[in-house]
């Protein structure tokens, strides 16, 4: 405590692909348990996180982990209980990363190059095209919701067996994103007004985070690479 950043303290660690890293506060490790009043400690962080690894799915890992240890019987909200964790990418499944200036002219281009990515890897069209929908609509909000002159937006698209993550980052200033994904269609300007169901762009999606952070907007759509299927089956 009290003690500033020194060079000295520096640890460079070489990152293989698909590495990850678990960064945690003591909050975490001080977690009381409700009924014994035992400290949750390392070992125990350790067993949960290595058993989460095991039989689920990293994508989720930070709301599993916490829910986990809530389930144990620990309580998380009597100190600061922060968990970040870093994974490095493996470059196969990285098949989209661009940064642009947003204007209204690159926004349907930006949404044909992701679906061509997507298409290059198998998937259904019908998938791929509301896909692109979405990423149209999404980068149109971040325009019309904001007056700033120049807004940067990092595009990244990740492929998996059976899932793809979109993520956005801008520069834009803080807007509203709940309004934005809880339109009806029957909102005067949701997208059956455009000719496109609002409704059904947000069935093909898995999970949605959205956040802010240093100044930037950061949004991830995971959508399942069988969403079509399912929405077929459902009718």
């Known amino acids: 405590p009290g ?19 678990i960064l945690f506060t003591d909050g975490i490790t001080e977690a009381i348990h409700k009924k014994t009043e035992e400290l949750l400690g390392r070992e125990n962080l350790k067993k949960y996180t290595s058993d989460f690894f095991i039989t689920k799915k990293k994508e989720n890992f930070l709301e599993g982990l ?4 809530e389930e144990e019987n620990f309580d998380t909200h009597q100190d600061d209980c922060s968990i970040l964790l870093v994974h490095s990418i493996n470059s196969k499944n990285l098949i989209l990363s661009d940064k642009i200036e947003l204007s209204f002219d690159l926004i349907q281009d930006m ?3 992701i679906l061509k990515s997507l298409q290059k890897e198998g998937w259904e069209d019908k998938t791929t095209f509301m896909i692109e929908l979405l990423s ?25 067996n ?15 994103f709940n309004a934005f994904y ?4 029957d909102d005067d300007d949701s997208l059956r ?26 949004c991830i ?5 069988n969403a079509a299927e399912k929405l077929r089956e459902e009718g």
């Open 182 to 185: 809880s339109k009806s269609d």
């Open 162 to 176: 059976d899932f793809c993550l979109l993520i956005f980052v801008d520069n834009a200033p803080s807007w509203n």
């Open 193 to 218: 007004s455009r000719g496109r169901g609002l409704s059904i762009i947000k069935r093909i999606l898995s999970n949605v985070e959205f956040s802010r952070n240093a100044g930037e907007n950061n």
């Open 136 to 160: 149209i609509e999404y980068l149109n909000n971040i325009i019309q919701h904001n007056e700033k002159k120049e807004i940067k937006v990092h595009v990244s698209l990740q492929n998996y």
């Open 3 to 21: 003690n500033g950043y020194m060079e000295e303290d520096e640890v460079i660690i070489p990152c293989s692909e698909d590495l990850n890293f």
């Open 66 to 69: 916490l829910q986990k240890i």
């Open 221 to 225: 759509f995971k959508i399942a690479r």
């Open 111 to 113: 949404g044909n190059r």
